[in-house]
């Protein structure tokens, strides 16, 4: 199984209260992160038959974004394992609910997201991770354990869009 850790792009500050917490979405910074990873995994040939997403609007709405670019036309699963305060051991009995797909994608939050990958990694979540807001990280999943193939951020995502844009556009002859 592929899995695809993807963490909720940029949502400004987050709020006192808790319940308006949850409503934040993201700003235009977050929009433009999933613009660049979405298209970014879309030149990877990226396929996905699930995402998993918290039901957090900034996390659903990355998933909704990146989703997109990559051609996903199923619904977004809301999954409360997701949440930022999720427990690996909901993490695994959710997992456990999509193996018979080939790749999913889950889109969630700090501190559980990193927790997760580290701990799908390494089973003693010895591993440090620096996982941005909008980063994307591909690992395969097989019996005998986990494998971070690679890990994607915004910014480089966006380096790579720009660099590429440059080399397709005709370049003006000078006088």
């Known amino acids: ?11 400004g500050e987050s709020l006192d209260d808790p319940k308006k917490d949850e ?5 235009k910074e977050g929009i433009r992160q999933c613009t660049y990873v979405g298209k970014a995994l879309a030149a990877l040939n990226v396929t996905v038959d699930v995402i998993a997403t918290s039901p957090l609007k ?7 974004l990146v989703g997109n670019e990559v051609g996903f036309e199923g619904k977004l699963h809301k999954e409360d394992a997701l949440r930022p305060e999720g427990t690996f051991t909901q ?3 959710m997992i456990e609910k999509y193996r018979h797909h080939e790749a999913i994608m889950i889109v969630g939050h700090n501190p559980s997201e990193t927790n997760f990958l580290a701990r799908t990694i390494s ?3 010895k591993v440090r991770v620096d996982f941005k807001k909008g980063a994307v990280a591909k690992v395969v999943a097989e019996s005998q354990g986990a494998q971070l193939h690679w890990m994607l951020t915004p910014k480089v995502a966006r380096t790579l869009y720009e660099t590429s844009a440059d080399k397709v556009r005709p370049k003006t002859k000078r006088k």
Request: proline share 3%; hydrophobic share 45%.
């Open 1 to 11: 199984m592929i899995i695809y850790f993807l963490r909720h792009a940029s949502a």
């Open 23 to 27: 409503a934040r979405g993201l700003d």
């Open 58 to 64: 900034r996390a659903t709405q990355t998933a909704s």
């Open 91 to 93: 993490f695994i009995e």
């Open 123 to 125: 089973p003693s979540g």
